[in-house]
């Protein structure tokens, strides 16, 4: 089934660039006009877990449950933040609405932490990839091994393993759409899985997949997938960047080869929008990720589905290049990084 559906949105009235960059300048003073933060509901219990030690770098996660339902077998999504491998963290405010509906409709939430391996590193381009992919490749093996630890306590948590769901955002989404291809074709960095383990599903929200041999292929069938990209994005390409055959490959270029293979997909493409659709989705959007999981994971129906969304009023918000933001992050004072991010929404 192939299903493309085009509709005009109205525009939401909350201040995406604040939401989208609150983990690189929650430490700052800001003048961007404050958003209502959404809490953590007070019937889920929070449980915080230490999953790997690696060298300096303590890995934690966290697990959302209902208090009244801490037993049972039910299924999970382990997700994944953003931050350009630079920064951000797993208990970020921005999230907590997704991870509350998640929750109420019935699903352990685990956020994690990862090693951020572009910290300092300025010169990521098409030409000089290395230092991207040593950073995905650390986040990959993390998330791993984060997958591992919740199968190892699947009894304590009440963890259905059939039923493990990754998502992601920005450099989140990159990480496990990345995890799911290198799982797929059998790679030896997915050794680590346990022999026959399978997620069941994806969500990236403006993800990608980093690849040194062209437009990626599966020796076997990935998991049914969801992916929002803005059709703007300048921070990680909705199409591809490719030089020779190494690339990244967005959310269009994927669902072009799930269509081609004819695996089970779904893309919502934001006309006109740009990074900000790697946090839109998880407050405006959250009906569809839910009917998608309950269509294409719990009915396990085979379908492909494109759909556009166009809001008439809106225009990208985030329109500074991944160079550019790299540069801000890495070697900008406060203000100045305050400043540019302004200049670069007027």
């Known amino acids: ?44 219990l929070k449980q915080t877990f230490t999953y790997a030690v690696k ?17 049972g077998k039910k ?18 405010s921005i999230y907590n609405t997704y991870f509350n509906a998640a929750v109420e409709h019935g ?32 986040a990959v093996d993390d998330l791993y091994d984060a997958t591992n630890w919740v199968i190892e306590n699947r009894q304590k948590l009440g963890i ?16 496990i759409q990345t995890a799911e291809f290198e799982r797929c074709n059998l790679l030896r960095t997915s050794s680590k899985l346990p022999n026959g383990f399978s997620y069941a599903s994806t969500i990236a929200f403006s993800g990608a997949i980093l690849s ?26 909705y199409k591809r960047i490719k030089f020779f055959k190494k690339g990244l490959f967005g959310a269009s270029a994927m669902a072009a080869t799930f269509k081609k293979n004819n695996y089970p997909y779904y893309i919502c493409r934001e006309e006109g929008l740009g990074h900000e659709v790697s946090v839109l989705p998880m407050i405006e959007n959250l009906p569809v990720i839910f009917d998608f999981l309950e269509t294409f994971v719990v009915n396990k129906k085979p379908y492909q589905m494109d759909m556009t969304i166009k809001d008439l009023n809106a225009r990208p918000m985030v329109t500074m290049d991944a160079k550019t933001m790299f540069q801000k992050l890495s070697h900008a004072k406060s203000q100045d990084v305050i400043h540019s991010l302004e200049e670069t929404t007027q």
């Open 212 to 237: 040194y041999s062209g437009c990626p292929r599966y020796k076997e069938a990935p998991a049914p997938t969801l992916m929002f990209h803005g059709t703007a994005d300048k921070i990680v390409p």
């Open 75 to 92: 299924p999970c999504i382990i997700f994944v933040f953003g931050g350009g491998f630079v920064i951000g963290e797993r208990n970020d």
């Open 160 to 175: 259905d393993t059939a039923a493990i769901i990754l998502s992601g955002s920005s450099a989140g989404a990159i990480t």
């Open 107 to 138: 699903y352990t939430m685990i956020s994690i932490s990862y090693r951020l391996g572009l910290k300092g590193v300025t010169n990521v381009s098409v030409f000089n990839s290395k230092p991207l992919k040593n950073a995905v490749d650390m």
């Open 55 to 71: 060298g300096a770098d303590t890995l934690q996660l966290d697990v959302y449950s209902k208090v009244s339902e801490v037993n």
């Open 1 to 44: 089934m192939s299903v493309e559906i085009k509709i005009k949105r109205a525009s939401v009235n909350i201040v995406i660039v604040a939401l989208l960059f609150l983990p690189y300048l929650s430490s700052f003073s800001q003048p961007f006009p404050v958003f209502k933060e959404a809490g953590i509901n007070p019937d889920i």
